[in-house]
């Protein structure tokens, strides 16, 4: 079905992605299968091919219930615990408005505008430019960004990355990443598991100590089990890939929504734009796992021709809301050590990368609402419209 605006196409990307989701899930019978293959080449190297499709049909059968009781118990894990891995991993911890009394105002006045419940806040403490929503349900919503990003945005731009952050858990894109993820963890998991018990193997196909007269049958049974090897390998290496291609897609098919979610938010396209700018190339967390990068407002690790790459370029980004919003791009920034960085070289920051564009006077996003820069699109209301 055609989707038409906003509202339709989060409509339509959710049905997508449950159908991705669902197919992630078809992926672990499919190890499984592939599991219950190697299993019986192991038990017995001397059957004739049709055999080990039809035995490992049956153990599929019998190993289907534990292995959807096995993927929902991950999935319960990831759903109390989620959180406690990711800040684990990242760093994070919660702030209160007292803590942070800039960065909680902003937030909550975004949630207020639209009656979105307050998420909790965390910090990062890292230089890297970077922000993420997690959460599977409104008691476990939470907003992290980290202390560069504070440092380097102004108000204008923090409010955008909020926006685009509130807009990932308004759209359910957060337990949908989630659960993406742990299904994906699932498969690679296992797969590594299966890779690593037949490298370090030592099988036979085709058994030894058997007569002369037997010895022709015995090659073509010996030749069915090694059939079945690269048989089962292929779809274990098969669901590992689709898996991660499903779990990159449903990242990076979200971001442009979320990007045209934070301009419906804050009515300030050109601030989305600046931000993701100074963003740009500068949101690596040091040790932070391919799963957490994927669920960061941008991802600068790179994949195979862009078939891994988890979010669509800034430079697309930034070309539909020029497009779309009436955006405009003040253009790419230098990175630092780049030799085209002014200053002393370090990390970006508000002075080192000014926005170039006039910056409206507003009385802070506490008082009076702040009027963004003027749009080709014409005035802009504010972005919280009227009270």
Same mark, same amino acid.
């Given at each position: 079905?055609?989707?038409?605006?906003?509202?339709?196409?989060?409509?339509?990307?959710?049905?997508?992605?449950?159908?991705?989701?669902?197919?992630?899930?078809?992926?672990?019978?499919?190890?499984?299968?592939?599991?219950?293959?190697?299993?019986?080449?192991?038990?017995?190297?001397?059957?004739?091919?049709?055999?080990?499709?039809?035995?490992?049909?049956?153990?599929?059968?019998?190993?289907?219930?534990?292995?959807?009781?096995?993927?929902?118990?991950?999935?319960?894990?990831?759903?109390?615990?989620?959180?406690?891995?990711?800040?684990?991993?990242?760093?994070?911890?919660?702030?209160?408005?007292?803590?942070?009394?800039?960065?909680?105002?902003?937030?909550?006045?975004?949630?207020?505008?639209?009656?979105?419940?307050?998420?909790?806040?965390?910090?990062?403490?890292?230089?890297?430019?970077?922000?993420?929503?997690?959460? !599977?349900?409104?008691?476990?919503?939470?907003?992290?960004?980290?202390?560069?990003?504070?440092?380097?945005?102004?108000?204008?731009?923090?409010?955008? *990355?909020?926006?685009?952050?509130?807009?990932?858990?308004?759209?359910?894109?957060?337990?949908?990443?989630?659960?993406?993820?742990?299904?994906?963890? *699932?498969?690679?998991?296992?797969?590594? !598991?299966?890779?690593?018990?037949?490298?370090?193997?030592?099988?036979?196909?085709?058994?030894?100590?058997?007569?002369?007269?037997?010895?022709?049958?015995?090659?073509?049974?010996?030749?069915?089990?090694?059939?079945?090897?690269?048989?089962?390998?292929?779809?274990?290496?098969?669901?590992?890939? !689709?898996?991660?291609?499903?779990?990159?897609?449903?990242?990076?098919?979200?971001?442009?929504?979320?990007?045209?979610?934070?301009?419906?938010?804050?009515?300030?396209?050109?601030?989305?734009?600046?931000? !993701?700018?100074?963003?740009?190339?500068?949101?690596?967390?040091?040790?932070?796992?391919?799963? *957490?990068?994927?669920?960061?407002?941008?991802?600068?690790?790179?994949?195979?021709?862009?078939?891994?790459?988890?979010?669509?370029?800034?430079?697309?980004? *930034?070309?539909?809301?020029?497009?779309?919003?009436?955006?405009?791009?003040?253009?790419?920034?230098?990175?630092?050590?780049?030799?085209?960085?002014?200053?002393?070289?370090?990390?970006?920051?508000?002075?080192?990368?000014?926005?170039?564009?006039?910056?409206?006077?507003?009385?802070?996003?506490?008082?009076?609402?702040?009027?963004?820069?003027?749009?080709?699109?014409?005035?802009?209301?504010?972005?919280?419209?009227?009270?």
């Amino acid at each position: 079905m055609a989707a038409y605006g906003l509202y339709t196409h989060i409509a339509s990307n959710k049905f997508r992605s449950m159908l991705l989701l669902g197919g992630l899930f078809l992926l672990v019978y499919v190890m499984v299968f592939a599991g219950a293959l190697l299993a019986e080449v192991a038990l017995n190297s001397n059957r004739p091919f049709d055999d080990y499709l039809t035995l490992a049909a049956h153990d599929l059968v019998k190993a289907s219930p534990f292995a959807t009781i096995g993927a929902a118990a991950w999935i319960v894990i990831a759903y109390f615990f989620h959180q406690n891995i990711i800040d684990a991993v990242t760093g994070g911890h919660d702030v209160t408005r007292q803590e942070q009394p800039r960065l909680y105002n902003l937030l909550e006045n975004l949630c207020i505008s639209r009656g979105i419940p307050m998420p909790k806040l965390k910090i990062v403490d890292s230089p890297a430019l970077n922000a993420f929503a997690t959460g !599977l349900n409104r008691s476990q919503y939470a907003v992290t960004v980290t202390t560069g990003l504070m440092n380097a945005l102004n108000d204008r731009e923090m409010e955008a *990355v909020l926006g685009h952050e509130l807009t990932h858990i308004r759209n359910g894109d957060v337990q949908l990443l989630v659960i993406a993820v742990v299904i994906a963890g *699932v498969i690679g998991f296992f797969a590594e !598991l299966f890779f690593r018990i037949f490298f370090n193997s030592n099988w036979s196909f085709g058994g030894g100590g058997r007569s002369s007269s037997s010895s022709s049958d015995g090659d073509k049974k010996g030749g069915g089990a090694f059939a079945i090897v690269l048989l089962a390998i292929a779809l274990i290496g098969l669901a590992w890939g !689709l898996s991660l291609v499903v779990r990159f897609a449903l990242s990076r098919s979200r971001e442009l929504l979320a990007d045209a979610g934070s301009v419906e938010l804050t009515k300030d396209p050109d601030a989305m734009i600046s931000a !993701l700018r100074k963003i740009e190339g500068r949101g690596e967390l040091p040790g932070a796992t391919s799963a *957490v990068m994927e669920m960061c407002i941008d991802n600068p690790r790179e994949g195979f021709a862009d078939l891994f790459a988890t979010h669509p370029s800034v430079d697309s980004r *930034v070309k539909a809301l020029v497009k779309y919003a009436g955006g405009r791009d003040p253009g790419p920034l230098p990175l630092p050590g780049s030799g085209a960085e002014a200053g002393d070289g370090g990390g970006p920051s508000a002075d080192s990368s000014p926005d170039t564009r006039p910056e409206a006077p507003h009385a802070g996003p506490w008082g009076s609402s702040p009027q963004p820069a003027p749009s080709p699109a014409g005035p802009i209301p504010g972005p919280w419209g009227r009270r």
